[in-house]
């Protein structure tokens, strides 16, 4: 066994899925409890530990922002080690929450309960510390702007280069975050699908025709391939996440649209599944979502006019009436209701 993976198996790992606005997503700890429990880091330690184990950089992020809170609020208590956590410090931490937005205030009580379970199992602190922080407030989130059909055809038109017109269809194609797709290799194309790796593991999503064609073609361009080389690459290497976004920036300006960001192409791909009515546990699998009530949250709002659509083809509805179950019979009103 290498070095790199002795100290793999060693680390502590703390679950990625906490989303910001969906308290659902914190499913369970994955934890590689640490060989020497006698090894007990400072709080400062043991958040690099979490942070340093996150799938994803943006993960990450978030993770080091939340938990960077809760190390403040313990530092102001004196408190700079995990053994010294107690229920008087994590009391004061929902307290320090007030005037944040609901959503980050969520986020961050879901982060630091996963942080204290996580440690407390890793034998750092009480495991009674994790049981002090209340939930969040869950929020569901607005549905996020999109691009129509035509707006995707037009944003694809507008490439100018074979690379260009690749990612985008991949992007179009898969749903995909931009940094699963730039983090690609050539080895996770196989003619027919893309392997992408994010923050809930790998997965396998089909290309359609078209975005199959225009990875292929771009990647004949570059014989001979090494299978383990970046998919999608610039002058200095692989194409870095904020290349791609200055990409899809600039196609936008070319098909005059608005100025829209990669994950705009990830939103409008949902939308087009769940209108055609693909199932809500395929749409969510193929985006990588960690549960089909994290799609929900992001796309109920885009799925709510075609529920009422499909409900007016129901043979209960009169032609043009509201639904006799909810309709007051004559006489009855707010007094006569049991």
């Not at 087009?272 to 193929?286: D, I, N, Q, Y």
Request: one cysteine or more; a positive charge.
């Amino acid at each position: 066994m290498n070095k790199a993976t002795t100290t793999r198996s060693t680390t502590p790992a703390i679950s990625t899925s906490i989303g910001k606005t969906a308290p659902d997503q914190l499913t369970r700890l994955e934890t590689a409890v640490p060989q020497r429990r006698d090894a007990r880091p400072s709080l400062a330690e043991a958040v690099e530990l979490a942070c340093g184990s996150c799938a994803t950089p943006a993960t990450a992020r978030s993770y080091r922002a939340a938990l960077s809170a809760f190390a403040r609020v313990c530092a102001d208590q004196g408190v700079t080690q995990c053994s010294e956590i107690d229920p008087s410090v994590t009391a004061a931490f929902p307290a320090s929450l007030t005037g944040l937005a609901a959503a980050t205030r969520h986020h961050r009580l879901a982060v630091v309960k996963a942080f204290l379970r996580w440690a407390a199992q890793a034998g750092w602190c009480d495991s009674t510390c994790a049981a002090l922080i209340p939930p969040g407030r869950r929020v569901r989130r607005a549905t996020s702007p999109t691009w129509s059909e035509d707006d995707c055809r037009k944003l694809l038109s507008s490439t100018e280069t074979w690379r260009d017109r690749a990612l985008l269809w991949a992007l179009t194609s898969t749903g995909a975050r931009i940094g699963e797709v730039v983090h690609a290799t050539v080895g996770d194309f196989d003619g027919q699908t893309l392997r992408l790796s994010g923050k809930t593991g790998t997965r396998s999503v089909p290309l359609s025709p078209d975005a199959r064609d225009a990875v292929d073609w771009y990647l004949r361009h570059r014989q001979p391939l090494d299978p383990a080389a970046p998919l999608f690459t610039s002058r200095q290497g692989r194409l870095s996440e904020r290349q791609a976004r200055d990409l899809v920036y600039a196609a936008c300006r070319r098909a005059k649209l608005a100025p829209r960001g990669p994950h705009t192409l990830r939103h409008a791909a949902a939308t087009r599944w769940l209108r055609a009515g693909v199932p809500l546990v395929v749409v969510s699998a193929t985006l990588g979502h960690s549960r089909p009530s994290t799609t929900l949250d992001h796309y109920a709002g885009a799925m709510a006019s075609d529920l009422a659509r499909g409900l007016s083809s129901d043979p209960l509805w009169s032609e043009g009436d509201p639904p006799q179950a909810l309709a007051h019979p004559p006489g009855a009103g707010p007094e006569g209701m049991a």
